[in-house]
């Protein structure tokens, strides 16, 4: 009789299972990829993602794409790869597509920004070189190290938008679905203003080339409005405003929140957690950067740094939660800086310096050097908020929610609802994601209780 229960409660598990999870449409066809800004980032994630199609590499830091999740107990061995148990989009169905200041096809483009080998490059060339920009919406209001030659001409803002959604639908003819990421430049530091809190202001806004509405707020709206979900990886407030929100949830165009988690601040999300769990003191954390890339030149301008220093700041006072534990992080003293120094290129720089206290408040250091190749961190970060923007929107639970804060794992700054603090610690982040793909497709959550082990 027990085992007759046992055996009806473990088929309506199941059933229950597959009925969250066939609600998750397949991923058929090819997904379009409009990236705006083909830089350095967006290039060698383009190079990267051909390179793996034709098996010349791995697509190491993507955990889209070599990540597990394991599902059940422990003792079910049951670990399959998150790109099998949830119904992401192939790489080979990936169409990639942009818009760019300057005229550089995406060969010439990877060139110039110096982060992958000739040898790869030139392999990867017939790919590469047939992949040309859009031209781009752009004023040098907002980003003043750059002076775009390849740029559109319109009357007002509204036109501009109507041009970028009428490349928008051009290239919807040829895919099945499309997915828009920012990796262009980073703008000047704006707040949202009244402008930016409904459709209607907003609208108005754009036909009055309202100031406080910047060139990727113009993206943002042209594809939210086009049912495309919008990823940020640079740290402006892009989509992080009301009218953002509201366009989100109205269109089913899932956002999430900004600026790609990747070198300096994936550290400081490591270790932070860690001094904290262990009730050890931060008095100060001084993080240096120096790079030369076309990003380090952009965030040399006191306006786009503003932006930057904005997104880098804001984990360590989330983490630490000073007002819990005002004995260990009351008073840290927190410094950002980034410097342009050209003979480093993409090969970034960074330096964090951490004056910690223990038990009887003997101080202690650590000193982090973290000489990492900025792109190559990113690109893999990229792809994966491309695929993962992909999959909510073919999630009905999730489609319509609007801000993905599961993807807060991949981000400086993520997103929350309004009144909601982010979430900062990394190992947070990724249970929350992994425990978000565990939902969808109807598994059980896993809490790391684990009592019944020893029943
Ligand atoms: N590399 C990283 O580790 C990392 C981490 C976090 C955030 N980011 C951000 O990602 C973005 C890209 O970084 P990158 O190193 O590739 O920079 P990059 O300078 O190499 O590339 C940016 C590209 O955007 C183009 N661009 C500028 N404004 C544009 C516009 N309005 N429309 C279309 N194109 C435009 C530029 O011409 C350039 O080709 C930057 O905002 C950067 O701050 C990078």
Avoid at 33 to 58: D, F, N, P, Q, S
Avoid at 156 to 181: E, Y
Wanted: aromatic fraction near 10%; proline fraction near 5%.
């Amino acid at each position: 009789m027990a085992t007759k229960k046992l055996a009806t409660k473990k088929a309506v598990v199941k059933k229950s299972k597959r009925a969250v999870a066939s609600k998750v449409k397949p991923a058929k066809g090819k997904l379009g990829v409009m990236v705006v800004g083909l830089g350095a980032v967006a290039t060698t994630m383009i190079a990267g993602v051909e390179a793996v199609r034709r098996g010349l590499a791995k697509p190491i830091g993507s955990l889209t794409q070599m990540g597990t999740i394991r599902l059940g107990k422990r003792t079910d061995s049951k670990s399959p790869l998150i790109k099998d148990f949830v119904p992401l989009a192939d790489l080979n169905d990936l169409v990639f597509t942009g818009w760019d200041i300057f005229k550089d096809n995406v060969y010439e483009a990877a060139v110039h920004a110096a982060v992958l080998d000739k040898d790869t490059l030139t392999q990867l060339k017939p790919y590469l070189e047939k992949i040309k920009p859009m031209p781009a919406v752009f004023d040098q209001y907002y980003v003043k190290r750059l002076n775009g030659t390849y740029v559109k001409k319109g009357k007002n803002k509204r036109d501009l938008a109507n041009q970028i959604i009428a490349d928008i639908q051009a290239f919807k003819k040829t895919v099945d679905r499309v997915v828009m990421i920012w990796c262009a430049s980073t703008e000047i530091y704006l707040e949202p203003t009244a402008v930016h809190q409904t459709i209607k202001s907003f609208e108005k806004g754009l036909e009055n080339d309202d100031i406080g509405i910047a060139p990727s707020q113009i993206y943002a709206y042209a594809a939210l409005t086009q049912g495309v979900p919008f990823a940020n990886g640079a740290p402006m407030v892009t989509v992080d405003c009301p009218v953002m929100v509201e366009l989100s949830k109205k269109y089913s165009a899932p956002i999430c929140g900004k600026d790609f988690k990747t070198g300096q601040t994936f550290m400081k999300t490591v270790l932070a957690p860690g001094l904290k769990a262990r009730m050890l003191g931060v008095k100060g954390w001084f993080s240096f950067n120096m790079l030369g890339n076309r990003d380090g030149e952009v965030l040399d301008d006191p306006e786009s740094f503003r932006s930057k220093e904005v997104s880098k700041m804001g984990s360590l006072d989330y983490i630490f939660q000073p007002e819990l534990y005002p004995d260990l992080y009351k008073d840290i003293y927190h410094k950002v800086r980034i410097n342009y120094y050209p003979p480093r290129g993409d090969d970034k720089e960074a330096w964090d310096n951490i004056d910690i206290f223990g038990w009887l408040n003997y101080p202690m250091q650590i000193k982090v050097n973290f000489q990492c190749k900025d792109s190559i961190l990113a690109a893999p970060v990229a792809l994966d908020l491309v695929l993962f923007l992909d999959l909510a929107q073919r999630t009905p639970e999730l489609r319509s929610r609007g801000i993905q804060e599961w993807l807060s794992f991949y981000l400086k700054s993520p997103q929350t609802a309004d009144g909601l603090y982010p979430e900062h610690d990394l190992f947070i982040q990724s249970m929350k994601l992994k425990n978000t793909l565990r939902h969808i497709m109807g598994e059980d959550l896993i809490t790391h209780l684990g009592l019944e082990y020893y029943d």
